[in-house]
T-cell receptor, first 117, second 110 residues
Framework: GAVVSQHPSWVICKSGTSVKIECRSL??????MFWYRQFPKQSLMLMAT?????????EQGVEKDKFLINHASLTLSTLTVTSAHPEDSSFYIC?????????????FGPGTRLTVT | AQRVTQPEKLLSVFKGAPVELKCNYS??????LFWYVQYSRQRLQLLLR??SRESIKGFTADLNKGETSFHLKKPFAQEEDSAMYYC????????????FGTGTRLLVSP
């Protein structure tokens, strides 16, 4: 089956620094990837839709300049949390759709836990 | 606006008992409905979607447009069904974003 990986699986950084999270589709191509944020014991909140070769589409309330998304290839999207603060600590999850199928299924990555100290 | 409501945070049943996880939605157009499951320490994965009208692992879900519901049912729960279940909605067609409910934790006791 389709596999999506994320790197790193967890990261601790100091307040004010930037952190990059990678999302890769390992055995399929994805023109569209999605980035979610999940707080403890809460649901997934869509942050942005990442489109290969074009700008990401951000959800209302998500700061574009703080959460930089780059979808440079059909298998890689990156989320950079700039000038991170403790309130950015969360679980970040990406998902991707296979461009070669008509399936509506999104394949999810295992998530990245970010802790900002 | 699209919204998905899962009224139960936790549903606890005994093995062999019937299970129904509730999901209600609000959407002005024609939606696609999904159930996703997350087992302990595993990633989120698709369980089933309404357009395929299939039964996966004994689970079924019927879209009731009149009641705007998409409840997940299983006649006889198993311990391995214990997991977090999320109902999700998207617009019909194309690569549409998913809107998730808050999730229901199903706990099946022996």
């Amino acid at each position: 089956g389709a596999v999506v990986s994320q790197h790193p699986s967890w990261v601790i950084c100091k307040s004010g620094t930037s952190v990059k999270i990678e999302c890769r589709s390992l055995d399929f191509q994805a023109t569209t990837m999605f980035w979610y944020r999940q707080f403890p014991k809460q649901s997934l909140m869509l942050m942005a839709t990442s489109n290969e070769g074009s700008k990401a589409t951000y959800e209302q309330g998500v700061e574009k300049d703080k959460f930089l998304i780059n979808h440079a290839s059909l298998t890689l999207s990156t989320l950079t949390v700039t000038s991170a603060h403790p309130e950015d600590s969360s679980f970040y999850i990406c998902s991707a759709r296979d461009v070669d199928t008509l399936s509506y299924e999104q394949y999810f990555g295992p998530g990245t836990r970010l802790t900002v100290t | 606006a699209q919204r998905v409501t899962q009224p139960e945070k936790l549903l606890s049943v005994f093995k062999g008992a019937p299970v129904e996880l509730k999901c209600n939605y609000s959407y002005s157009g024609s939606p696609e409905l999904f159930w996703y499951v997350q087992y302990s320490r595993q990633r989120l994965q698709l369980l089933l979607r309404h357009i395929s009208r299939e039964s996966i692992k004994g689970f079924t879900a019927d879209l009731n447009k009149g009641e705007t519901s998409f409840h997940l049912k299983k006649p006889f729960a198993q311990e391995e069904d214990s997991a977090m279940y999320y109902c999700a909605l998207s617009k019909k067609g194309g690569f549409q974003k998913l809107v998730f409910g808050t999730g229901t934790r199903l706990l099946v006791s022996p």
